[in-house]
């Protein structure tokens, strides 16, 4: 058990054929516990059962000093905001915060109803109806209502789904911000990993009803655990790899046609039967193919062709042919100084250290 923060000890249920297998997963007060994974993984089911809203087959929830396991949801002291924003209809943004105030026993103030508003970017709209609101304004009304009645705990089930990217990326930051000075511990459920990343402290990576990797966000970013925890990360490269040697601190693998070197500290201790080459498409450097370069790296230093090129928000994403099909990520500024174009050849060049070995 952590002080004053939350912690799952063996939660397990079944919900008709689903299983939820033995959940331990802990967060401190102020930081946000992202659940992160696809349709079905049980990242729901996981925040219902924090609720209360399903009965634990084994194992204990703990906030604070309190077991809350058998505690009915309405004596739990937990903020839980769905993404269809759930606001009452008859009544005001103001007097939704302000119901809110009232559940929670505290007076509603206009003072700190208009506080909690403004946070969100809603002031201006406090007298009106839900209807009159759009999606994105009635989710920051939502917001304001749910951080209202200083809960201990804070639950989000994708908040922000609905929203378009500018609104989500704007929410976002104004809830973590609010979170860290609120102090109450917090977990979020996505299956976007830019928005995991975006908000997560702590982040658990559930498929099938079980944790596959939990961790700092950070440490979970940078070194996932096996390939299918890369494929939630968001990596764009996954490929069959074969290991060629493992003499020194730089060990080499076969992709494709092409052999590579990455680092000893980068390959798991207990090597699976089926190896995997892992890399983010960010850590791939182009060049262009004409002309003297000194490579940085000249262990893993490939000829490729751009076989396609497509936009991916503010990047272009470079499908390339090295002996093995890749995919770099560049600005536009980037790509247009390589005059890069479909058929163009070009230089690779992939830092030993980026390149990791997951089963």
Known sequence: MIRSGLALEGVALRLGAFRLASIDLAVEPGEVLVLLGPNGAGKSVTLEAIAGFHRLAAGRILLGARDITDIPPERRRISLLFQNFALFPHLSAAGNVALALRAAGLAP?????????????????????????????????????????????????????ALDAPTRASLRDSLKEFLRQAGAPSVFVTHDPVEALALADRLALLRDGAVIQSGA?????????????????????????????????????????AVLELAGSNVPHT????????????????????GERQS???????AARITAIRHAGALLKISLDCGFPLIAALTEREARALNLASGVQVLVEIDPMAIRLVG
């Open 109 to 161: 103030a206009p003072a700190r109803i208009a506080e909690l508003l403004a946070r969100f970017g809603v002031a201006p709209l406090a007298a009106r109806l839900p209807e009159l609101l759009s999606p994105g304004e009635k989710q920051r009304v939502a917001l304001a209502r749910a951080l209202a009645g200083k809960p201990e705990l804070f639950l989000f089930d994708e908040p922000f789904s």
């Open 217 to 257: 966000a950070a440490d979970v970013y940078r070194a996932p655990a096996d390939r299918l925890a890369a494929r939630l990360l968001g990596v764009e490269n996954i490929l069959p790899a074969r290991l060629v040697d493992c003499a020194g601190p730089g060990w080499r693998i076969r992709v494709g046609e």
């Open 271 to 290: 090597l699976p039967s089926e190896l995997f080459f892992c890399l983010r498409a960010e850590e791939v450097v182009l060049a262009a193919a004409a």
């Open 296 to 302: 940085a790296f000249p262990s893993n230093h490939l």
